[in-house]
T-cell receptor, first 112, second 114 residues
Framework: TQLLEQSPQFLSIQEGENLTVYCNSS?????LQWYRQEPGEGPVLLVT?????EVKKLKRLTFQFGDARKDSSLHITAAQPGDTGLYLC????????????FGQGTILTVHP | DTAVSQTPKYLVTQMGNDKSIKCEQN?????MYWYKQDSKKFLKIMFS???????INETVPNRFSPKSPDKAHLNLHINSLELGDSAVYFC?????????????FGEGSWLTVV
């Protein structure tokens, strides 16, 4: 069974601060996705990383896929209250049929 | 237009009852899923269908029975509901069942068993 450990589980910061969320596994994933989920809604895809060492930027969000494709990180610069939500990493394995293994999630709260 | 829509959004029912959650996607996708999110926000796949054919069936009690009348619909029927079934159930779809596809989630169905 592939497992993804996501940390921290909770993060409460002030507006303007930077933060990093980590997603680690002992398994290799063919790709890794980051989702954001707001209260009362379903997860929405932010980014997919495929290549080991890949870095993708989405405005103030920077996503990195580890060289060995076992880990990933999400870095947010100058967080804003609108960034508040649940962030989920999800890995797709080589033998999966679209089956994603999700991390436990990080609940981010950005205070004004 | 809602891409993946599921009904009902909220469901409160007594133990032992049977209930269904319906899901429809208008994206023209071949693959649909049911995911369960527990109280700790952990999201886990339950079932996956590709063109009406079951391709993923995780370790789920057989009280849960998915049905896909066509590739745009995937309904979930739950028999003899138990307290532990309380969770948010998400329907989702993707273009096909290849790894790494974008998965589009519905808004979720909040099931509370009392």
């Amino acid at each position: 069974t592939q497992l993804l450990e996501q940390s921290p589980q909770f993060l409460s910061i002030q507006e303007g601060e930077n933060l990093t969320v980590y997603c680690n596994s002992s398994s290799v994933f063919s790709s890794l996705q980051w989702y954001r989920q707001e209260p009362g809604e379903g997860p929405v895809l932010l980014v997919t990383v495929v290549t080991g060492g890949e870095v993708k930027k989405l405005k103030r969000l920077t996503f990195q896929f580890g060289d060995a494709r076992k880990d990933s990180s999400l870095h947010i610069t100058a967080a804003q209250p609108g960034d508040t939500g649940l962030y989920l990493c999800a890995g797709a394995g080589g033998t999966s049929y679209g089956k994603l293994t999700f991390g436990q999630g990080t609940i981010l709260t950005v205070h004004p | 237009d809602t891409a993946v829509s599921q009904t009902p959004k909220y469901l409160v029912t007594q133990m032992g009852n049977d209930k269904s959650i319906k899901c429809e996607q208008n994206l023209g996708h071949d693959t649909m899923y049911w995911y369960k999110q527990d109280s700790k926000k952990f999201l886990k796949i339950m079932f996956s269908y590709n063109n009406k054919e079951l391709i993923i069936n995780e370790t789920v009690p057989n009280r849960f029975s998915p049905k896909s009348p066509d590739k745009a619909h995937l309904n979930l029927h739950i028999n003899s509901l138990e307290l532990g079934d309380s969770a948010v159930y998400f329907c989702a779809s993707s273009q096909d069942h290849g790894a790494g596809n974008t998965i589009y989630f519905g808004e979720g169905s909040w099931l509370t068993v009392v």
